[in-house]
């Protein structure tokens, strides 16, 4: 699986972005496709998870209830919806995949390029 990520840039607080993750190959249903983030002297941390078959989804309390994560089976795509941005979300945003269900980028064998989301006024 190789995956790419797009759809960064700069914007205002209170505003809005969303990232693309288009996957090549094959995810299959037991795969869960996810979102980190680094922020630049800060370690790598967990954003936001889904699952490939069943759509569940998990996020980090940081982020919950302003990021939305989804997919579209048809275009072997996710999207990180991400509203009410803050200055602290500011960082380079990657998307991985990992067979089952993880929070802990150890665990995830495939990653993309990073994006880089600015949060600025």
């Known amino acids: 699986v190789q995956l790419q990520a797009s759809g960064g840039g700069l914007v205002q607080p209170g505003g809005s972005l969303r990232l693309s993750c288009a996957a090549s190959g094959r995810i299959f249903s037991s795969y869960g496709v996810g979102w980190f983030r680094q922020a630049p002297g800060k370690e790598r941390e967990f954003v936001a998870v889904?699952?490939?078959?069943?759509?569940?989804?998990y996020y980090a309390d940081s982020v919950k209830g302003r990021f939305t994560i989804s997919r579209d089976k048809a275009k072997n795509t996710v999207y990180l919806q991400m509203n009410s941005l803050k200055p602290e979300d500011t960082a380079v945003y990657y998307c991985?995949?990992?067979?089952?269900?993880?929070?802990?980028?150890?665990?995830?064998?495939?990653w993309g390029q990073g994006t880089l989301v600015t949060v600025s006024s």
């Open positions: 889904i699952r490939w078959g069943y759509g569940t989804t």
């Open positions: 991985a995949a990992v067979r089952g269900w993880s929070t802990k980028s150890s665990d995830y064998d495939y």
